[in-house]
């Protein structure tokens, strides 16, 4: 039988937290880098008191407002490619749905945030609490379920034990490449005081890497056959380059092949600005230079994109006759638009295809084009 140490619920939840490691550039680092808090009913007699204890080697960061807090959240993990993450903790009721906003926020763009609201009692022995949303027809439900709709993962903790099952799927997801995004698991605050007898191995160090798909083989031709048979290429650049860490391969694909190069707004930054290829944003807050390639050319090569509405002013300003090859981790968003889809990791299947493609290069008039273009275009902003 394994070792046991005995801890409350929120004290479980700290100490689990601070054994989830990720690596990053070779260097072990913690997985969250802290605690955002507004500490109140429902939350301060259980996490807070954890929190406490750990707050040599578990940071809380003071806020003065619940939405704000977690918009810094999302900025932290945006910033850090979703690497590394913070959580957002509230007191029960409207002082943890002040956060459902920003669940929305990193729901849409795909930001790991792990949300640990305050709840009201599961025994119901004080009922009402302080701020209780009291549900007419239905006293299952809480202000925490408007979370539901807009987390990957939803869990209501109502026995300490549950930790066991439900902290190893909400970090599967928070580091998904995939299912990556806010996690909220709802903190009834009796039961963050009652205490179990966890096993010990529960909090061992645990590392996380990011895991890599490599593309499907016969995805992959399909993909070489479509660009080979293309003489007018664009590219676009997204944000999954940045989460892939594949900027030195995007870098060598369309240097190699020279492919003009449009960003979206997630893909700023996969190229210098200046770079040869960096023909300029696309999209209705694109430039003109990158927009007049995509009306007329006769493949997209998306990378790591949604290609939403803004980045293609929903279809109408790329070539309606233009075909469009998709690489994305998601097969979600792989098959958007009709696209050929290439499902797998952006620094894998870019590699692939730069060492695939062989002797083949878009057409040298094209090419003199987007360049010309590009000056255009860098002129006009000088000016």
Sequence with gaps: MSNTIRLTMAQAVIRYLEAQKVIIDGDKKPMFAGVWAIFGHGNVAGIGEALYQAKDRFPTYRAHNEQGM?????????????????????????GSTNMVTAAAVAHVNRIPVLFLPGDTFATRMPDPVLQQVENFHDHTLTSNDCFKPVSRFFDRITRPEQLLT???????????????????????????????????????????????????????????????????????????????????????????????????QAGKGALPWDHKQ??????????????????????????????????????????PKARLISINVASFDAVKHYSLGLVGDAKLSLSALNAQLGDWHPEKKWCDKAYTLKAQWDNLVDD
């Design 70 to 94: 977690a918009h810094a959240a999302i900025a932290f993990a945006k910033t850090n490619n979703r690497q590394q993450m913070m959580v957002c903790t509230a007191s029960a009721g409207p």
């Design 166 to 264: 439900s902290l190893p799927q909400a970090m599967r997801v928070l580091m998904d490449p995939i299912e990556c995004g806010p996690v909220t698991l709802a903190m009834p605050q009796d039961i963050q005081t009652m205490s179990f007898d966890f096993p010990e191995h529960f909090f061992n160090e645990k590392i996380h890497r990011l895991r890599r798909q490599g593309p499907d083989e016969v995805e992959l031709a399909e993909a070489i056959a479509l660009i080979r048979s293309s003489s007018q290429p664009l590219v676009v650049a997204g944000g999954g380059l940045h989460y892939s860490g594949a900027l030195a391969e995007f870098d060598n694909f369309v240097s190699n092949y020279q492919l003009p190069v449009g960003e979206t």
């Design 278 to 319: 960096n023909i300029g944003s696309i999209g209705v807050t694109g430039s003109a230079s990158t927009n007049t390639l995509a009306a007329e050319a006769d493949l997209i090569i998306a990378v790591g994109t949604r290609l939403g509405d803004f980045s293609s002013g929903s279809r109408t300003m790329i070539n």
